[in-house]
């Protein structure tokens, strides 16, 4: 680029390279730092071909990154600019060679400032030596409401964590949060990690270490507390959740000891620290399960709109259509609305395809699927995610998240009892690991009724359910899930009841078991025989006409009449919904 020449426009956008601002009709557009750079090297090449090595050597001089981060910012680009949309184009990626700028450009050169006179060497500012939040190279996606929330929260509570099971984005989130903040923050931001921390007496020295300064272990914590006193600071504190304790005594002295300083957590689990605001973070908002789902109404849901962009990373040209949105939908819901397992199962599309990605994410395909290499080992893949999460429970948490894995609906806490506490266990305290894990995010509880429920995400289910299926205990609890069912729906009675019992995914995993050569064909027969009012309830007669004849296959010679009796009650029920109604 000539000299002077730091105003390129383009269509309705105008960069203004000196101040490295993109605007549109007079208006400042928010633009990453890196999809900056990326616009600014393909605009000093108008209508030549950028190979993707070259895009990368610019923007990332000094990291190594995969070429999959660049697509990403390209996405971020096109969408800013409003690529394809009537007809304009601006970024062409040319398949094997690289990306062009193919809109006509026109250069100006800006009036310079005045010379500003010459100032007194200014006194260094400490906040440059603190760590900076690491700058995030994907736009976050559907999580601007909770933004907004806790920057507003942050300057009145002082200490807020943000709370959620492994994947859910809380360190996205929390960056977006610090980076809106950090113009009011007079010292500045400081991004304390502690995913790297493996002993709680490293904790303070994390922080001092984070904030540049200098010194020994045994004067780490007066160091800290001397440096923050007079200083107004926001500490980003990441990755809580396996040195809680030792967070929390560093966290409420530099509270009580620096007034204007404010911190910001992210944990799995609350800290539960003195004067802590706990914000848990929801799932992505996902679409229903609908007959026909558009394209137009499908983007409308974040989660779906996260799948797209990652998807368009992977694969350049990827369109979202009335034709795959309803796959699309389906697999986020199977994917819980977790946006790390949107993005891994989007790393995919490439290989499979929307429908087939959706026909062959098999359990072991969703668990072991990797992520980008840059990313830390537990995020690597959500088994490593879910292992870290899992270390972290106490022995009986631990038993009790396994044999909650059996459970395919929501349940309650006698149904947990008679399912995860067997009679020789020794699992007394099954309230207190109920909310140890609902506490650590393994375990979403609903109170909103008038009775707590419970369940477990399916990406935790599929995680519990694999380690289950590896003990020799897995029958056993099975056999208490059966006959818990058949307890529950004998009680029942009447349909209505027999709804509010159980599930009826539940009754369908639990017959499928008992049929099993591991299982006992007389429990069968039993649930078969009880879950009729169930079956009526749900409209499914046709099915049960199936759980039937199976039983029929499979009872004992004891049980044959009762088998009779169900099928001649099924017998009335048909004939009573097909006769017409009486005038």
Partial sequence: ?????????????????????????????????????????????????????????????????????????????????????????????????????????????????????????????????????????????????????????????????????????????????????????????????????????????????????????????????????????????????????????????????????????????????DGERVRRLPAMDMPPDLPFLSADRAMAYPAVELFVERAEAVLGNFQLTDANAPAVGELCRRLDGVPLAIELAAARVDVFGVHELVAKLTDRLLL??????????????????????????????????????VFRGDFNIQAAEAVAAGPRDGLHDILGCLMGLADKSLLIAETSGPEARYYLLDITRTYASHKLAQRPERDRVMRRYVEHLCDQLSIAGDSDAAASCCNIDDVRAALDWAHSPAGQPALAVHLTVTALRLASHHALLGEYRQWLDRANAAAPRGQISAVRKADAELALLIARSSSPPQE
């Fill in 368 to 405: 072991t699927t990797p992520s980008v290499r840059t990313a830390q080992s537990r995020h690597r893949t959500l088994q490593g995610l879910l292992d870290w999460s899992y270390d972290l429970l106490t022995p009986q948490e631990q038993l009790v998240l396994l044999r909650l894995s």
């Fill in 1 to 273: 680029m000539r000299e002077g020449d730091d105003i390129l426009v383009f269509g309705p956008f105008e960069l203004r390279r000196t101040q490295r601002e993109l605007v549109r009709d007079g208006q400042p557009l928010r633009v990453g730092a890196r999809a900056l750079d990326i616009l600014i090297t393909l605009l000093d090449q108008p209508g030549e071909i950028v190979d993707q090595r070259s895009l990368i050597a610019a923007v990332w001089p000094t990291t190594v990154v995969e070429a999959n981060a660049l697509r990403v910012h390209i996405s971020s680009l096109r969408k800013i600019l409003g690529d394809g949309q009537h007809g304009t184009r601006y970024i062409a990626n040319v398949a094997g060679r690289g990306y062009c700028f193919v809109a006509p450009v026109l250069r100006q050169a800006s009036v310079a400032p005045p010379p500003v006179p010459a100032q007194p060497a200014a006194i260094p500012v400490m906040r440059n030596a603190m760590r900076q939040p690491p700058l995030r190279l994907t736009r976050m996606i559907g999580r601007d409401a909770i933004v907004s929330s806790l920057r507003a929260e942050l300057p009145r509570s002082r200490l807020v964590t943000v709370v959620g099971p492994g994947g859910i984005g809380k360190t996205t989130v929390a960056l977006a949060v610090a980076e809106s903040l950090a113009a009011s923050q007079r010292d500045g931001v400081c991004f304390v990690d502690l995913s790297t921390v493996e002993d709680a007496s490293q904790v303070v020295l994390a922080l001092q270490t984070a904030l540049g300064l200098p010194g020994v272990a045994s004067s780490a914590q007066q160091c800290v507390l001397d440096f923050l006193r007079e200083r107004q600071v926001l500490l980003l504190v990441d990755n809580c959740e396996h040195v809680a304790d030792a967070a929390v005594m560093m966290v409420e002295s530099v509270l009580r000891q620096a007034p204007e300083v404010s911190v910001l957590a992210t944990s799995r689990e609350p800290l539960h620290a």
